[in-house]
C-alpha cells in the first residue's frame, strides 16, 4: 500500500514546515520479513491524542495489533499521549535529556514528547513500531521529514547508482558524514538492482558524489519512484547526529 494510499483514508492538515507535523503515520514491521506497512494514524490536536486504526492493518499479514489498542475498529481519544507513544520520548529529568534533544535530535529548548517522537520517528532498537510524520503542505511544495535507512549497511557491498558500479569503505562514508552539514543536498538514486527491494531508492552524499549513506524509507520509495521522471525532488540534510551516525532529511 503506497503512501498516498493510506493518507488519503483522512483530510491532511497544512502546517508551517518548521512545526511538528499534526499527524504521525505509524507503521509496523514485519519481526521476520522486515517488510513495513502503514496500521493508523496518531494524531494530536489541541487539547486530545488521537489514534485510529486504517483499513490497511486489516491486511497486514500477522499483524497483532498494537498494545494498548485491541480493537481494530475503534477510535482512541486520550488528553495525554499514549504510553505506548510516550514511552519513546526522554523524560526531561533525566540528566543527558538536553545532550539527547539537542545533539541526537537536533531540537533547541525543551520540546515535550510529542516533537521528540515527530523528529525521532519514535526509534527504538529492535522495536516493530515506526513513526512517520504526514507530510506537510509549504505553499506548492509537500514536504517530508524522514530518517534515511540502513546506514550501517552502505558499506556492505557495490552498488549500481546512475549506471555507475560504486561502492564506499566505512571510513570513506563517515569521512563525508562528518563534513555534511544542514541545508547540504544530497543525491537519491533508484537502485533496481536492490536484492530486498528493487523499488530501492539509495541516499548519496550529494547529487554528484556518489558515495552512498543510506537508504529513503521503504514506506517511501513506491510514490517517491512515481515521481521521479514527474516532478523536481530535492533531498536536503536536516540534523546529522554524528555519534550515532543518524541523519534527518526532508
Known amino acids: 500500500m503506497s503512501a498516498p494510499d493510506t493518507l488519503a483514508t483522512g483530510s491532511a492538515t497544512a502546517t508551517e514546515s518548521s512545526e511538528a507535523p499534526g499527524r504521525l503515520v505509524v507503521a509496523w514491521q514485519h519481526p521476520i520479513e522486515r517488510s513495513i506497512q502503514p496500521v493508523g494514524f496518531l494524531t494530536r490536536t489541541e487539547d486530545a491524542f488521537i489514534f485510529g486504526y486504517i483499513r490497511n492493518a486489516l491486511a497486514v499479514q500477522g499483524f497483532p495489533g498494537l498494545l494498548g489498542f485491541d ?23 533525566r540528566p543527558d535529556y538536553h545532550r539527547y534533544v539537542n545533539s541526537r535530535l537536533g531540537l533547541e529548548g525543551e520540546p515535550g514528547p510529542w516533537e521528540q517522537i515527530a523528529r525521532s520517528q519514535g526509534h527504538r532498537e529492535g522495536d516493530t513500531i515506526q513513526l512517520f510524520p504526514e507530510p506537510t503542505v509549504d505553499g506548492d ?3 517530508c521529514l524522514f530518517l534515511v535507512h540502513g546506514m550501517r549497511h552502505a558499506d556492505k557491498s557495490p552498488k549500481t ?41 539509495v541516499v548519496t552524499i550529494s547529487p554528484d558524489r556518489l558515495v552512498p549513506v543510506g537508504w529513503i524509507p521503504d514506506l517511501l520509495v513506491e510514490d517517491l519512484q512515481r515521481l521521479l521522471d514527474r516532478a523536481p525532488i530535492t533531498v536536503t540534510a536536516e540534523h546529522v547526529d554524528r555519534k550515532s551516525t543518524r541523519l534527518n532529511s526532508s
Open 71 to 93: 480493537d481494530l475498529y475503534r477510535t482512541y481519544e486520550s488528553s495525554d499521549l499514549f504510553p505506548l507513544f510516550a514511552q519513546r520520548a526522554m523524560d526531561p529529568r
Open 141 to 143: 511544495e509537500v514536504r
Open 161 to 201: 547508482i546512475n549506471g555507475i558500479e560504486t561502492s564506499a569503505t566505512r571510513d570513506q562514508i563517515d569521512a563525508a558524514l562528518e563534513r555534511l552539514e544542514p541545508g547540504d543536498e544530497l543525491g537519491i538514486y533508484p537502485e533496481p538492482g536492490n536484492e530486498k527491494n528493487p523499488l530501492a531508492i
